[in-house]
């Protein structure tokens, strides 16, 4: 079949497609089915012994360590739920540093003398697995010949039951690490800086007289973008199929340019995909909130309400496994790329930051009067000591190949990193440096001179979506990780700095305090000092303006376009030392992810190159080849009969055609130059010779595409793909 019958035999199948049936039965509520699948503190108390439940929710809860003895109880009462829920396998659920989830299942079936079989798990079995190692991204910290890897339970994620057509798995996320104790995940680390992060925060809350401030966490409420196209198309692009991204295709003659896409009435396809995934994440306690059009056709969001951050993150992975499968159920493919579509805006997974406790809630909720609430201006200083001091380190930890596509563009933060604060708080800071905050701007009325429109209530500041950290009432929205990504790594970032800086501010306090200074007088010492030093960094302007970056270049703060130019901050002597002091990583430890960190973006590179290589010497290059000689041929008939004819369509498809055969050529010999034998040495080649090659073999692929005779075209175009759902 041409490859014009294919892109036809896909739009009537679009366009004959029945949905399946909503995921909610009639009559039936989210409420009553939220967590149904999920072993949560509920089915816990219900099901344990009561001094087996109060160890397990004294860990969970206030971050006590985990008394062995209470593991085969729980697992026990663990494995009864889960045979009942249909369960025939357990997995540990572990995220390696691929960036994607991994598991392995065993049966609880063992055999017995007798030849019949009983279900079996055992409390050391809940505990520790050992899955294989020696084939996942270490970063140099195993050799491929060491096999052995560990996981460990998580309690406090909890256990869930994951339903397929095949069988349903009790799934328990653990750990991974090495058998030297290293991180092999993204989880590891999370839970490490989460617990430094608590420890410095309890010290200021002390001081601020909460005698018991219990088990501070950091909370994280991940914005989810993503696209979707009909699987026909999918399917017949093998660039989206092997790389999530189009490596070819031109501009549609319609795009985003008249926003009506977004915030616009969701198609109804699409709405049954997105009933039908809310009801299976709502069935493992995950809290969808938000779905709405994005800005680009074909693209939508999914926002979750906040949870703890490493429970955020694990759900966050399984949010992205759900949406895949159900969307195959409604004959689609849900695209996580941040840039699955040239000239259209890409994709993002907005990290929403606070930290606080169920006694304490938010600590970073300003009050009407935020200029007299100290404590809440303390822990806003240390956002902005720490993102300034290491801004750096916040680039990097959102640093990819894939995400490289979208940061800098005018559709995505900056790659420079900066702080929004808005009217009201830049108002307060700016009179602390200044002495004293006496006022803070009120909230405002909106008479819309409507009589049947009630007087609408006006926050004191705007919101700044081109800022890449900005503050939005109640937390700090981290706008600039990819749409692929774990929230893990960005989250044990922002961990990790603020731990730092909280431990900064309560030693600040504690020394003034036992120097017989008054504590108000200590407090705005630290504020004017964190201000004074850390106010470069707070800007409420256009990120997206020229003049923007000629300005952070005066401040002094880092522009980091690439990937390749911030990674190397993970190994800075400043990262080491911060991640090694709060006990998050080791040397070893980041240097492994450095390395891994190049590995993975000449990987990516490097199969896109590959592609792009053999889609456009098999499909692109044929079809332009039949239209030059349709050309050709019509025009040599043409001139036989004595009609003088006009050449400019054979040039029109000569010029790039040439121009193709030239950038293939080049774009071969790039593959099949030997790099170097370092990872550091593959990525600059995958950046300076691959991508520049690619680049050039699009242009002229997508001038074709522009001139070959649609019946020819081998590929589905962007406004298929884009407008036919």
Not at 302 to 320: G, K, S, T
């Amino acid at each position: 079949m041409s490859g014009h019958a294919v892109r036809l035999q896909a739009i009537k199948d679009v366009e004959a497609h029945l949905p399946p049936s909503h995921g909610f039965a009639v009559g039936e509520a989210p409420g009553q089915v939220f967590g149904e699948n999920v072993f949560n503190r509920a089915v816990m108390q219900k099901r344990l012994p009561k001094s087996i439940f109060r160890s397990v929710m004294a860990t969970v809860e206030n971050g006590a360590r985990l008394d062995p003895l209470v593991a085969d109880a729980v697992a026990s009462a663990m494995k009864d739920w889960a045979l009942e829920k249909g369960a025939t396998h357990y997995a540990h659920v572990f995220y390696p540093l691929t960036g994607r989830t991994a598991e392995k299942h065993d049966s609880f079936l063992e055999p017995v003398s007798d030849g019949s079989a009983l279900a079996e798990f055992a409390g050391k079995t809940l505990v520790q697995g050992e899955p294989d190692a020696s084939s996942f991204p270490s970063g140099g910290l195993r050799n491929t010949f060491e096999a052995r890897g560990y996981t460990g339970w998580d309690v406090t994620s909890p256990a869930y039951v994951l339903e397929g057509r095949c069988g349903n798995t009790l799934c328990i996320p653990t750990v991974f690490v090495s058998m030297t104790g290293e991180a092999l995940d993204h989880k590891t680390p999370l839970l490490r800086s989460q617990q430094a992060m608590g420890v410095h925060a309890g010290r200021l809350l002390r001081l601020f007289g909460h005698t018991d401030p219990g088990h501070v966490v950091s909370f994280c409420g991940p914005e989810q973008e993503y696209f979707l196209v009909d699987r026909h198309f999918f399917l017949a692009r093998p660039d989206l199929l092997n790389t999530g991204r189009t490596l070819f295709g031109a501009k549609p003659p319609k795009g985003q340019e008249f926003d009506d896409h977004y915030f616009g009435a969701i198609p109804e396809r699409v709405l049954g995909f997105m009933m039908d995934a809310e009801r299976e994440l709502f069935r493992l306690g995950i809290p969808a909130k938000t779905r709405h059009n994005e800005v680009a056709p074909g693209q939508f969001e999914i926002a979750p309400m906040f949870e703890r951050a490493n429970v955020a993150a694990d759900h966050q992975q399984l949010l992205m496994t759900i949406l895949k499968t159900v969307a195959k159920k409604h004959g689609m493919e849900c695209l996580f790329h941040e840039k699955p579509f040239e000239g259209v805006n890409g994709s993002g997974k907005h990290v929403n930051f606070s930290l606080g406790n169920a006694d304490l809630g938010s600590l970073l909720v300003p009050g009407d009067t935020p200029h007299e609430n100290a404590q809440f201006l303390v822990f806003c200083a240390a956002v902005i000591r720490a993102v300034h001091q290491y801004a750096g380190l916040l680039r990097a930890s959102v640093a990819s190949a894939t995400n490289d596509h979208r940061l800098g563009a005018n559709e995505a933060p900056p790659a420079i990193i900066s702080i929004f604060l808005g009217d009201q708080l830049a108002d307060v800071f700016e009179q602390i440096a200044e002495g004293r905050a006496t006022s803070s701007k009120s909230k405002g009325q909106m008479v819309i001179g409507v009589d049947t429109l009630p007087v609408l209530p006006t926050d004191p500041g705007d919101r700044n979506r081109t800022s890449p950290f900005a503050f939005t009432g109640n937390r700090f929205e981290f706008r600039a990780p990819g749409s692929m990504q774990t929230v893990a790594v960005p989250m044990v970032t922002i961990n990790t700095i603020m731990a730092e800086a909280l431990d900064h501010c309560a030693t600040e306090l504690e020394t003034a305090v036992r120097a017989g200074a008054d504590f108000d007088t200590a407090v705005q010492d630290l504020l004017t000092e964190i201000i004074a030093t850390h106010g470069a960094v707070v800007f409420n302007g256009d990120g997206y303006s020229d003049k923007w970056q000629v300005e952070a270049a005066e401040r002094g703060l880092p522009n980091l376009r690439t990937t390749l130019d911030a990674l190397p901050e993970l190994v800075s002597e400043p990262a080491v030392e911060l991640f090694e002091r709060y006990d998050v990583f080791s040397r070893r430890e980041m240097h492994s992810r450095y390395e891994v960190g190049l590995e993975q973006y000449a990987l990516t590179i490097g199969v896109e190159a590959r592609i792009t290589l053999e889609l456009g010497a098999t499909q692109v290059l044929p079809a332009a080849v039949r239209h030059q000689t349709e050309l050709a041929t019509n025009l040599g008939a043409l001139r036989s009969a004595g009609v003088d004819a006009d050449a400019s369509s054979l040039a029109e498809v000569t010029v790039p055609l040439t121009e193709l055969r030239a950038a293939l050529a080049t774009l071969r010999g790039a593959l099949a130059a030997e790099p170097g034998d370092t990872a550091l040495a593959e990525a600059e080649h995958a950046r300076d010779e691959l991508l520049p090659a690619m680049a050039a073999v699009r242009a002229a692929a997508d001038v074709l595409e522009g001139v070959v005779a649609d019946d020819l075209w081998p590929l589905p175009t962007y406004q298929e793909m884009l407008f036919i759902l």
